[in-house]
């Protein structure tokens, strides 16, 4: 899949828009050209330049270039090898390449490669990491994650001082999926994945020799969310080391507190693997700062989340320290009515979800049969506002959970066949796909003015403009869009489009 620029901008405008107008719940795709993300290709390609990098690469000293960028601050850099490439990089306040310094790769689905970095800097400046975030890499065909890979690979080992045996990768979404399929693909030489809002790649399965360790955050209102689940049992029960984190929030990135935890943790497991020399002092520290956090999340009764955090630092730090007494609150608290509850409360999420989003699949599939589109369009309506209205209920229940999750996955689904059509010019499946994607989220604008794009390179300038009208009506105020994108040049000598296009800029 090859987007345009206009196209890609016009994605993550959509992707990052208000849904339902409630603050905090956002658009994202993380479906979005996932089974196109790292194909095949990318485990079977008999290219040259392969994902793994070549050993020469490894013997590269420190370019002593790196002096120009300033430690301590956010820089963006062109490689030299291939200027096409970039990536913002942060070097920690302390850096001197007299050392090894362990690296973190990371992956945004939209290309911002400072995002990442941003999230991470806190944890690198305490634990002295350098973080890179490419500038290329985004969900599209296999070749844009490996070649952004390659090229930092190559760039960063030539301008600094690294830690081979602590090369990391992070992601989100398809960035996600890309850093676990690199860490698949590279043969031992990425160390650890840290992995926001999605899990495996769909040709990376869980076995005993998966080369790398796992730590996942995802959003308690994610739709990936019972995918993480299912994958931290299939990790456990594999005898990987892992860990699950949940915060409160939507598909994103994690949060900058889960990022310096994610780093703590693959420091711990730096110790406990020999990829790091132990280092007695660290090992408290680290055990006391994640004990806080801990008791601090316990205190505000968040038992559940208290308790699978207390479970993971006693997986974490056997064999390094004492945690006997930890030990035995795990067991405690496992057995209380708290615990075991929200247990169960937290599996009925994840099936209520699933029957809701397969019954809502079924009524989209009916929509498409003629006799029985018209009663299918109106159940689907009817659940939908129903979802709608739960998604924006004040208190943080189950109910609500379940609703932000499905409409998302909905929401990204549609979005997904809507992009799938365009890319094959099939003009009216796209705007097929975009008017229920508009029954879901009816209040963006943005989502509006690609179905009237659609529905115009169908020839339908009717509902064209129809929806082009609501789409303003509901906010959408980019001008320039409307003036060229030529989707729309059908439209411009109808005297709605002409109105719309002088109320915008304010004409008399």
Known sequence: MNFSEQSRERYWHLSNATLLKE??????????????????????????????????????????NAAKITPGRIERVECRANRDQSYAVYLPSK???????????AFDPAARGQVPVDRFKTAAEEYGWILVGSNNSQNGPNKWAVDAFEAMWQDTHERFSIDERRVYAAGFSGGARAAVGLAARCDGCIAGVIASGSGFHLQVGVSQKLPFLFFATIGSDDYNFPELKDLEGKLIKAGIANRLAVFSGGHEWLPVELAVEAVQWMEVEAMKSGRREKDPALIESLWQA???????????ARRLEAYRSYQSLVHSFSGLRDVATISEKVEQLRETRDVKGLISDEKNEIKKQLELENRLGGLLSQRRIPENRLAAVADFR?????????????????????????????????????????????YA???????????????????????????????????????????????FSDLDSILTNRALDNLRGDAVYISLVKGLKKEP
């Not at 994202?28 to 290709?41: D, H, N, P, Q, V």
């Not at 850096?95 to 790769?105: G, V």
């Not at 801990?294 to 505000?300: F, K, R, S, V």
Request: net charge positive; aromatic share 6%.
């Open 290 to 300: 994640r004990l806080t956090s801990i008791q601090a999340t316990d205190a505000l």
């Open 95 to 105: 850096y001197s390449p007299e050392r090894k310094w362990p690296i973190l790769y």
């Open 23 to 64: 603050p905090g719940l956002r658009l994202f795709r993380s479906l979005l050209i996932l089974s196109l993300l790292l194909t095949m290709a990318l485990f079977a390609s008999s290219r040259s330049a392969s994902a793994h990098p070549p050993a020469s690469l490894r013997m590269l000293s420190a370019d002593q």
């Open 429 to 475: 499946a796209a705007a097929y796909s975009f008017e229920i994607a508009t029954e879901i989220a009816p209040d963006n604008g943005r989502l509006l003015f690609d179905l009237a794009c659609a529905q115009a390179q169908a020839g339908d300038k009717k509902r064209a403009l129809q929806s082009l009208r609501k789409a303003v009506e509901k906010g």
């Open 382 to 426: 009817a659940e939908i506002n129903v979802l709608i209205r739960q998604a924006r209920e004040s208190q943080n229940t189950s109910q609500r959970r379940v609703a932000k999750r499905v409409l998302n996955s909905l929401l990204a689904g549609n979005y997904e066949q809507a992009q799938g059509a365009l890319r094959a010019a099939d």
